[in-house]
């Protein structure tokens, strides 16, 4: 039989390019690589997408320079098509070239033409300095700019990253970095030469230093880990702006139960301390709730959960640091957090337990009125449902910033009983006012009446129970879902962000 014989010569050169491409820096490269504990660019796609799922696009672009250093194509996580491109050191250093560029905005652009969300695992040099300047083409980041609030964009930097390329972090969503991981402008040559500066990789972007300055959100310790963490991150989203989050099935673990465990966790003393996150343990799904940050702007905590398996978005203040007080790194963090959420149309609950935002010296030199109005637009503004619980204290504008504003097209609004409230605390009003022994006795009993007089006046929905904290919760949020009775569309935003 004679049937495609005709085809066999050019699907045979078809073949010999696709295997040249797939051999990516050679194998001398590739050991080396692999011998500092990572895994190599394709091993990473296929290791981050659902088994057999990945298809390559792109594969011959750069000629001899195989795939023009970056991998690209699409596949599904957790069984939701996504876009991926993991640039690969072993061939030039991972650097970006115009064939590479157009891949990079390919996938940008097919992410938001199809509604689904964009990866990118970042290990590369930044432009590649023998490549013919671009003039007028268009830049990746530009298509991934377009991807924003309409997809979900997430980023692992799983070894260095400089440059062009390390933008690509802090414009998305969400970043993971690996411990063999760096990020910066430019590497340490660049700076040696720059500004006589000699530094090492670690000390100029290496995982520590990425984390404190708030560019990079997440740490993982390996390749491994980092990926799951964006499988894990993407399950509490949809694919776009244009659907809703994906909920779980009803099960032992999502179904209405007390807490009386927050009796024990939340100590009625307000100058008592205790962890937050223990209250998140006992009120969200078991053991299911995902921290964004953990490492920057400490005093809040941001995270992802399920409540009654709805995907949600956890605001919470954190009394172990500084007591609660929200600085600017805190207020930041939120604000980003909270615009994503609401982009995605996560519903956000807000557990509040805050003496207001941080006051002193530096605190005003780190712009922490800036950063409160940062978060205070970006809540107050968010069109998702809002959920909101004053658990022991909320003062001044601490408490706008975290969801108590009246009017505020909240689904609901709980307080803890003998919550205290106000412009300020009590014992920080009677110094302010110079009040004698008996006045400072009477701010101190208003202050600890707060929460009922505010619930004569509407300012709650209802003073709750600890015990009652999930059940409160979840009957707000199973009623507020409700809302959804209209086709979705990516959120509009015109306000000025401070």
């Known amino acids: 039989m004679t049937e495609g014989r005709d085809w ?167 970043s993971v970095i690996s411990r063999q991981g760096a990020i910066f402008t430019a590497g340490p040559p660049v700076v040696k030469e720059s500004t006589g500066e000699d530094i090492s990789k670690e000390d100029l972007g290496g995982p520590d230093v990425a984390l404190a300055s708030g560019v990079i959100h997440n740490v993982a310790d390996d390749d491994d880990a980092a990926l799951d963490a964006i499988r894990r991150y993407l399950s509490y989203f949809p694919p776009s702006a244009w659907s809703y989050p994906p909920s779980a099935p009803v099960s032992a673990t999502t179904a209405p139960r007390a807490t009386p465990e927050l009796l024990d966790v939340v100590s009625r003393d307000n100058r008592r301390g205790y962890d937050m996150r223990a209250v998140l343990d006992v009120v969200f799904d078991r053991p299911d709730w995902f921290e964004v940050q953990p490492r920057f702007g400490k005093a809040i905590i941001c995270a992802h959960a399920h409540l009654g398996g709805y995907s949600v978005a956890v605001v919470a203040n954190q009394p172990r640091v500084m007591a609660g007080s929200i600085d600017a790194d805190a207020a930041d963090k939120a604000a980003h957090f909270i615009t994503v959420a609401d982009s995605f149309h996560l519903p956000i609950v807000f557990l509040a337990d805050n003496p207001g935002m941080l006051p002193g010296g530096q605190s005003e030199r780190d712009g922490v009125l800036r950063s409160g109005a940062r978060m205070f637009i970006a809540q107050t503004t968010a069109t998702t449902l809002k959920l909101h619980v004053t658990l022991r204290k909320a003062y001044g504008f601490g408490s706008m910033v975290m969801g108590l504003v009246s009017f505020d097209d909240q689904v609901a609004t709980f307080a803890y009983p003998g919550a205290t409230m106000g412009a300020m605390g009590a014992a920080a009003l009677a110094r302010a006012s110079r009040a004698d022994q008996d006045l400072s006795a009477k701010l101190r009993d208003a202050e600890l009446q707060a929460s009922y007089r505010s619930a004569e006046r509407m300012g709650f929905d209802e003073l709750i129970d600890p015990r009652e904290t999930r059940d409160a919760l979840l009957a707000a949020l199973q009623r507020g879902i409700y809302s959804r009775q209209a086709n979705v569309e990516p959120v509009a935003r015109t306000l000025i962000t401070p």
């Open 8 to 174: 066999e010569e050019t699907l045979d050169d078809l073949d010999r390019r696709r295997q040249r491409a797939r051999r990516m820096g050679g194998p001398e490269r590739l050991a080396k690589h692999r011998r500092e504990g990572k895994l190599d660019a394709r091993a990473r796609v296929e290791r981050l997408l659902d088994v057999g799922s990945f298809r390559e696009l792109g594969t011959l672009v750069g000629g001899e320079v195989p795939a023009d250093a970056i991998i690209a194509g699409s596949g599904r996580i957790n069984g939701v098509p996504v876009m991926v491109g993991a640039e690969d050191f072993t061939t030039l250093a991972g650097t970006i070239a115009a064939g590479s560029n157009s891949k990079r905005y390919r996938i940008a652009e097919l992410a938001v033409r199809d509604k689904i969300p964009l990866v990118m695992l970042l290990d590369g040099a930044g432009f590649r300095p023998t490549d013919a300047h671009y003039g007028r083409s268009p830049t990746d980041l530009l298509a991934q700019a377009r991807c924003s609030g309409r997809v979900p964009t997430v980023t692992a930097v799983l070894g260095p990253s400089a440059g062009h390329g390390a933008l690509v972090a802090p414009v998305c969503d969400f």
